[in-house]
């Protein structure tokens, strides 16, 4: 179900467009399974001389795909849309729908990496938090994409790291206390290396064998990479 409330003022020389859209995702059963909001406001068109109304048409259009382009992206309805119905039709069991859930959330923020959609990069950050991701195939991944992206200076980037570094935090997994050390004097942003020490500090002590980063980002869309038997 969408419910939208959206309003174009045009004169000859700027289109102003705000909109108000609700997304909500129901199963068979009308529950609801998930729900987001894109409210905003904003000058599409600015011209000297005049604008047509096909002019403001076109522009209200792309606009109006680029929204709900986003809203359809979110983690939140992706996994309604995707991990649900799986979940159903697979009969997995509650660890194999949550190890699902995390790998494609992982493999969802590593495509927004390449891809340079770093404002949704925070947010992305924040639902693998909320997952209590400690089992080591998964941590694995996110450590490789912090050493990845450990020599860029661009700051929501840096900041998703920063929020990568508090699901090691919360592991306390001494797998990775080496790799933040060494994260601790390598890293390019100050603010990198500020995190990394921190999450050394939070970590278990232990004599366990060391993460140590391949530069390979597994593509974990092959089934073959889900862990039947996951650690969570």
Request: hydrophobic share 35%; net charge positive.
């Amino acid at each position: 179900m969408l419910t939208l409330d959206q309003f174009r003022s045009d004169s000859g020389f700027v289109v102003e467009f705000n909109w108000g859209f609700n997304l909500r995702i129901y199963d068979g059963k009308r529950t609801l399974l998930a729900q987001v909001k894109n409210v905003g406001s904003e000058d599409l068109v600015e011209k000297i001389m005049g604008i047509t109304r096909g002019m403001a048409q076109r522009a209200i259009t792309r606009k109006v795909g680029e929204i709900f382009f986003e809203m359809l992206t979110t983690p939140e309805i992706h996994n309604a849309m995707i991990f649900e119905p799986a979940k159903a039709a697979n009969r997995l069991s509650q660890a194999e729908f949550e190890m699902l859930q995390k790998k494609e959330t992982i493999q969802t923020m590593k495509e927004q990496i390449e891809r340079g959609e770093k404002t949704k990069l925070k947010f992305t950050a924040g639902q693998l938090i909320k997952k209590d991701i400690k089992d080591q195939e998964s941590l694995d991944q996110l450590a490789e994409i912090i050493w990845k992206e450990r020599n860029s200076n661009d700051r929501s980037v840096v900041n998703t790291l920063g929020y990568l570094c508090k699901i090691f935090m919360k592991s306390k997994n001494p797998r990775y206390s080496s790799f933040f050390e060494k994260l601790g004097q390598e890293g390019k942003a100050r603010r990198l290396r500020k995190y990394a020490r921190k999450t050394v500090q939070r970590l278990d002590i232990g004599i366990v064998e060391q993460f140590e980063p391949t530069g390979d980002l597994v593509d974990i869309h092959n089934d073959s990479n889900i862990d039947k038997n996951p650690d969570v």
